[in-house]
Nanobody, 127 residues
Framework: QVQLVESGGGLVQAGASLRLSCSAS??????MGWFRQAPGKERESVAA????????YYTDSVEGRFTISRDNAKSTIYLQMNSLNPEDTAVYYC??????????????????????WGQGTQVTVSS
């Protein structure tokens, strides 16, 4: 069974940090990424990483604050989120591609590149 399970969300104050984890099982996953959706807004890309961790993508609003990484031995990716602000409040979804081993950094930010999604984890940042 192909599955992505996110964890690590929660309620924090502005300026705090959180680390999200996404554990994958059931298939070989190539590019993996994080997307988020705030109430009343469209889903947006946050960060992504290619299969070997050597290429990453970040949306402008998180560049320098968030860091994506992966541990293929554990089939897990992480999103270290620092200096959180209320605008980061959203449900964060993990996504993975099982079909495209080679992908450009820019393309990793496109939701259509992913065929497997997690159930999401809530991140709430209070001011």
């Amino acid at each position: 069974q192909v599955q992505l399970v996110e964890s690590g969300g929660g309620l924090v104050q502005a300026g705090a940090s959180l680390r999200l984890s996404c554990s994958a099982s059931g298939r070989t996953f190539y590019a993996m990424g994080w997307f988020r959706q705030a109430p009343g807004k469209e889903r947006e890309s946050v960060a992504a990483i290619n299969w070997n961790g050597r290429s990453t993508y970040y949306t402008d609003s998180v560049e320098g604050r968030f860091t994506i990484s992966r541990d293929n031995a554990k089939s897990t990716i992480y999103l270290q989120m620092n200096s959180l602000n209320p605008e980061d409040t959203a449900v964060y979804y993990c996504a993975a591609s099982t079909s495209t081993p080679f992908i450009t950094a820019q393309a990793m930010g496109q939701s259509t590149r992913y065929d497997t999604w997690g159930q999401g984890t809530q991140v709430t940042v209070s001011s």
